[in-house]
Nanobody, 120 residues
Framework: QVQLVESGGGLVQTGGSLRLSCAAS????????MGWYRQAPGKQRELVATIARGGSPNYADSVKGRFTISRDNAKNTVSVQMNSLSPEDTAVYYC??????????????WGKGTLVTVPA
């Protein structure tokens, strides 16, 4: 059993910053890509940023230059530092990880989500 648990969401004013973190636990052999997706009210889930095990990041155009993703392979954690937040960043943010377990290779796992609210 694998679990992803997010933390760090909340309410922040326009222009402010938040840091989201996610910890993976369970029967983990290796974690490939990890990252964050988000879903705003009435919209589809979209990529925010992901990072490969070797550290190569991938960002959505909408967050480039404002968000920075990082991971700690030893702790099975991924974080995203979000700066210059705007109301358009309001969404539920989901942690994502592609994980090898003793019985499954490369399966996608998701956290339950953490809400980020930036009032207009």
């Amino acid at each position: 059993q694998v679990q992803l648990v997010e933390s760090g969401g909340g309410l922040v004013q326009t222009g402010g910053s938040l840091r989201l973190s996610c910890a993976a636990s369970g029967s983990i052999v290796s974690i490939n890509r990890m990252g964050w997706y988000r879903q705003a009210p009435g919209k589809q889930r979209e990529l925010v940023a992901t990072i490969a095990r070797g550290g190569s990041p991938n960002y959505a155009d909408s967050v480039k230059g404002r968000f920075t993703i990082s991971r700690d392979n030893a702790k099975n954690t991924v974080s995203v530092q979000m700066n210059s937040l705007s109301p358009e960043d309001t969404a539920v943010y989901y942690c994502y990880a592609n994980i090898w377990t003793p019985t499954k290779l490369g399966m996608d796992y998701w956290g339950k989500g953490t809400l980020v609210t930036v009032p207009a």
